[in-house]
């Protein structure tokens, strides 16, 4: 269906229900109930992160997961799609449709450029030269280049902005022809509370289209040339292939998807700053990537969802919602254990990314993905008592 | 002239800095093969070893004097360092203010410590595994070792001014002739220098003349040969991590008076160390010398006004731009052999 | 008139003269085994016809088409296919894909972006790739990743990759260098087996001579970067020269 296996499709199914659904899936618990508040994620600013981040990383592995170049730079690319957005927004007007279809071109064209110089080398020198255009851009949106990028304060749209196409009466914010990203209707069920809002059904709708063309791209010869040159570039060049053009067209892409992520981040709160591209952004890209499973389809999904849901929950926790929760305990052994966890939560949320993050690349080269097969695996071994043949097929496939 | 002499100047301090990380980043990667992206970290425990010499120095118990009254009536209490007990009010006032070089007896065995720590506990098990995986691992250490110290240091910048022989600035200019005034610069930066020269020296000494150092040559340009003289060069080779860490390390402690210590010092002088070591050429340590402080100078340059006016932002980027260009047009950098790492 | 004539290459790395003034004809349809001692030159050479060095002087011509200063890929599109002493094959991919990657190169040719249409779909590449798989007893392997494979598999997918770009000539470095002795067997079969069926034009580098005078129908000897002397196995045999250039010390 829609040119894909019945496999591929299920998955792509499962995506679209989940995002469409995550309003509700996201807010299991009781708005008001302690839990709800330490753990649903059901609101639209975050669930507009997990869908544009997720969109990020499902193009940043069509590079680093098909071909295996490790780019360190990948957030220019996204700072690069937001400042076009936020120009499109004071030229055009709020309209977010040109000003998307920009970030994407201009993300592209950026990319054609970095991309031609950078692959020129492989490994880490591909990874330094990526880096060090990064940080440049960086560097050149805070001083030189301050009229495109307003520096420090950062680009946004003032009232005396000229917004030539800007029709009467438009919403002075965000729309999608008139209609305003931040609409939102939010339904009461008992305790419960779902709010469904334009902005976050917009980005659903891009994330779906983006793993939709993920897929294809995966199980098209061009993906599997990407996979070829990563196993073997020496085999690639005896057998007549040019693997220059298919590298370029992988980073041309990852470039727009993250160009694509740079608008709608823009689209969600029209401003944007160069803090953007700093290179532990492109760090956490990498992060992400990593930890949902690198060259799997799903992987950047759960990796970009589990680091962005976990950031907001974990950087929440203080002390007092410790104590809430260990209150049971006696008094001295509660102290003790809040003690232990305190480093790890609130302002502490970056070590406890880095720690998780070193325990996946040690522990989980595969990522969650693969830790999730991998475990069905051993459910089903036990359950099914496995033939031969199933563990002979779980070793060939690789994780999907 | 006296401008360029000062751009010079300017560039030495950093430059240093970033020879001393690329110093050890070479060591560890031509020894190990090991790419670490965790050595801006070392660079800044350094740093935090100042501080905590500091304030060990300052480590105070209160005493009590009732034949004096504070503004509400009661004894009043002072703090007095425990050093003061065993050099005195005054003797310990001046160690304190000497904590900045003191730290150097803290941070070698620390930093000793802490390099073998990383390399026996965690980058032994990544020898064999790809280099992506080795920046990566190293990176999420990176975070990690960075966080520890935010949560023990806190956020803010923690100053840690050098001893007041060595604060403040002299003119140069006037020795070399020059106006007054013309050139000046302050005294703690030539001392870091200095400092770092003596460094880089005893370390090539160390690699040059002592039978340790030849086995880590030869290691470094053919490591299998090496192992089967028989010769356990991983023991050895650990030992060089231990000492690259001590390097960062001391090139941090020594450098927290010119940046106050912060915890993301760190990944501020990692990403330029590396553009450094891969312009100097991968596994090349008279190369990432070299590129350290060409480098160091040559962002001093393009700080000069009269540069930055007919290239405005140069000064930002002017390091970046020498990485993309050395690596495109000579891809095993300035004094690198060819062929290494280039997958 | 051969398929490849080589005339003149000189090749020096520093003071080491590589290659001194090489010329070698290989006719179509012929096996043509290069032999020699140790250092006499016979990789250099070959990584000179596939463009990966490129010689001091002389010329190399591929049917009427000179091929220096062509790209590896550019070469290999001409029709040169290359099997290396350690099978050089997509390690992380299936033994299908495997296949179907040169196919894909011989249809559209260096490069082509096609992202969108599944590989399935190509049912033409497909079905080529299958019988060429069948052909090599490796179709029940297909969905094998190619890593998994023991080494004599991995020679023979290697080869099969080669083939199902039905070059014009192939290049094979060693092919059973470091073999036990059945694989070298197998390995000899499967090249006499692609010969009868396909007639493909071999230059074959061997130190095996049970290989090669199995195989060859004109073999060059080459001592030193030289050719010393070309001709057919038996008068290579008794060639009083080779004898004592390197083959004194072998039995035959
Ligand atoms: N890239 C290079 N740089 C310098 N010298 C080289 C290079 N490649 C080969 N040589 C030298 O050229 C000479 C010929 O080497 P070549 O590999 O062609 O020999 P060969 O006939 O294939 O030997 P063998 O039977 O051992 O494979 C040798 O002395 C070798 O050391
Ligand atoms: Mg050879």
Redesign the pocket.
């Known amino acids: 269906m829609l040119g894909l296996t019945q496999k591929d499709f299920l998955l792509l199914l499962v995506v679209v229900v989940l995002t469409l659904l995550a309003p509700i899936i996201l807010n299991p618990f009781p708005v008001n109930s302690s839990l709800g508040q330490s753990f649903n994620a059901g609101y639209p600013a975050l669930m507009q992160r997990f869908a544009i981040f997720g969109i990020l990383v499902i193009g940043f592995n069509i590079l680093f997961g098909l071909t295996g170049y490790l780019s360190f730079g990948h957030a220019a690319f996204l700072g690069v799609g937001s400042y076009a957005a936020v120009w499109m927004f004071k030229l055009l007007s709020f309209n977010i449709i040109p000003a998307i279809v920009l970030s994407v071109i201009v993300a592209g064209l950026f990319s054609i450029v970095i991309g031609y110089v950078s692959l020129r080398r492989s490994g880490i020198y591909f990874s330094i030269l990526t880096l060090a255009f990064a940080q440049m851009s960086y560097a050149l949106a805070y001083s030189v280049l301050t009229p495109l990028t307003n520096g420090e304060t950062g680009l946004q749209v003032y009232p005396s902005d000229p917004q030539y196409l800007a029709a009467e009466g438009a919403p002075s914010a965000p729309h999608v022809f008139g209609l305003p990203m931040a609409e939102s209707t939010t339904v009461y069920f008992g305790d419960w509370q779902f709010t469904f809002e334009i902005g976050y059904y917009l980005c659903a709708l891009m994330l779906i289209l983006a793993f939709y063309l993920s897929i294809r791209i995966f199980r098209s010869p061009f993906g599997m040339m990407l996979r070829a040159i990563k196993s073997n570039q020496t085999r690639m060049n005896y057998t007549g292939l040019n693997t220059k053009p298919y590298m370029l067209w992988a980073f041309i892409i990852s470039g727009m998807y993250a160009g694509l992520a740079g608008g709608l981040l823009a689209a969600m709160d029209p401003l944007t700053g160069a803090e953007r591209m700093y290179w532990t952004a492109s760090g956490e890209i990498v992060v992400m990537a990593i930890l949902g499973g690198v060259g799997t389809l799903i992987g950047p999904v759960v990796g970009s969802g589990v680091i962005k849901y976990l950031e907001n929950i974990v950087s929440k926790i203080n002390d007092n919602v410790l104590h809430g929760a260990f209150n049971a305990l006696p008094d001295g052994l509660e102290n003790v254990i809040i003690k232990i966890i305190h480093p790890f939560v609130g302002e502490g949320w970056q070590l406890t990314l880095g720690l998780l993050f070193m325990v996946v690349v040690i522990f989980l080269p595969g990522g969650l993905v693969q830790g999730g097969q991998r475990l069905g695996a051993l459910f089903s071994r036990r359950s099914r008592n496995a033939t031969a043949a199933d563990r002979d097929a779980a070793r060939q496939k690789p994780a999907e | 002239m006296d401008a360029i002499i000062l751009q010079i100047l300017n560039g030495l301090d950093k430059g240093s800095a970033y020879a001393l990380i690329a110093l050890g980043l070479t060591l560890i990667f031509g020894t190990l093969g090991v790419v670490n992206f965790a050595h801006g970290a070392l660079f800044m425990i350094g740093a935090f070893c100042a501080v905590t010499m500091q304030r060990l120095l300052t480590l105070s118990h209160t005493v009590i004097d009732p034949s004096q009254t504070d503004f509400l009536g009661n004894p009043l209490q002072t703090k007095v360092p425990y050093l003061a007990s065993v050099f005195g009010t005054e003797g310990a006032q001046a160690l304190i203010t000497w904590s900045v070089p003191l730290s150097i007896i803290l941070v070698i065995p620390v930093m000793l410590f802490v390099g073998w720590a990383m390399e026996r506990g965690l980058i032994k098990h990544f020898y064999k595994r790809p280099h992506a995986d080795q920046i990566l691992v190293t990176f999420g250490l990176a975070i990690v070792l960075q966080e520890i110290i935010r949560a023990i240091y806190g956020a803010n910048p923690i100053q840690s001014p050098a001893p007041p022989m060595f604060s403040g600035s002299i003119d140069i200019g006037e020795y070399l002739g020059f106006q007054a005034n013309a050139i000046v610069y302050p005294i703690w930066r030539l001392v870091y220098f200095a400092f770092s020269a003596v460094i880089i020296a005893a370390v090539f000494a160390f690699l040059q003349f002592t039978t340790f150092g030849m086995v880590v040559r030869a290691g470094m340009a053919d490591r299998e040969t090496v192992g089967m003289l028989g010769i356990d060069i991983d023991k050895r080779f650990t030992l060089m991590f231990g000492l690259a860490a001590a390097v960062a390390g001391l090139a941090g402690a020594m450098y927290a008076p010119i940046v106050s210590p912060n915890y993301h010092m760190g990944m501020d002088f990692l990403v330029l160390s590396f553009v450094v070591v891969v312009v100097g050429g991968m596994g090349s340590l008279p190369g990432a010398v070299f590129a350290g402080f060409l480098l160091g100078i040559l962002q001093g340059f393009a700080s000069m006004n009269e540069v930055k006016a007919v290239l405005p932002g140069i000064d930002q980027i002017v390091i970046y731009l020498v990485a993309i260009i050395i690596l495109l047009t000579r891809p095993r950098g300035l004094m690198g052999r060819a062929g290494v790492m280039e997958d | 008139m051969g398929i490849l004539e080589v005339k003149g290459i000189n090749k020096r790395?520093?003071g080491?003269q590589?290659l001194g003034d090489v010329n070698l004809s290989i006719q179509e349809n012929t096996v043509h085994a290069i032999i020699?001692p140790?250092?006499?030159?016979?990789?250099?050479?070959l990584n000179v016809l596939v463009g990966k060095l490129i010689p001091d002087s002389g010329s190399v011509m591929f049917d009427g088409q000179s091929v220096l200063g062509r790209k590896p890929y550019e070469i290999a599109q001409m029709g040169i296919s290359r099997v290396f002493q350690t099978p050089e094959i997509f390690a992380d991919l299936t033994v299908l894909e495997n296949v179907l990657i040169p196919c894909f190169a011989k249809r559209d040719g260096a490069f082509r972006m096609h992202a969108l249409e599944p590989v399935r779909h190509e049912r033409e590449i497909g079905r080529q790739a299958e019988t060429m798989l069948d052909e090599v007893n490796m179709l029940s392997k297909a969905d094998v990743v190619a890593s998994a494979l023991s080494r004599g598999d991995k020679r023979r997918l290697e080869m099969a990759m080669c083939l199902v770009q039905e070059p014009r000539l192939m290049l094979l470095d060693e092919p059973t260098a470091g073999m036990a002795r059945a694989d070298t067997e197998n390995t000899i079969a499967l090249l006499k087996d692609i010969r009868r069926k396909r007639g493909i034009t071999m230059a074959i580098i061997e130190?095996d001579m049970q290989v090669v005078f199995s195989l060859a129908d004109r073999i060059t000897v080459m001592a030193q970067g030289t050719p010393l002397v070309e001709g057919t196995p038996d008068r290579i045999k008794t060639d009083p020269k080779v004898r004592e250039a390197y083959l004194g010390e072998t039995q035959i």
């Open positions: 790395f520093g080491l590589a020699g140790n250092g006499a030159g016979k990789s250099t050479l130190h």
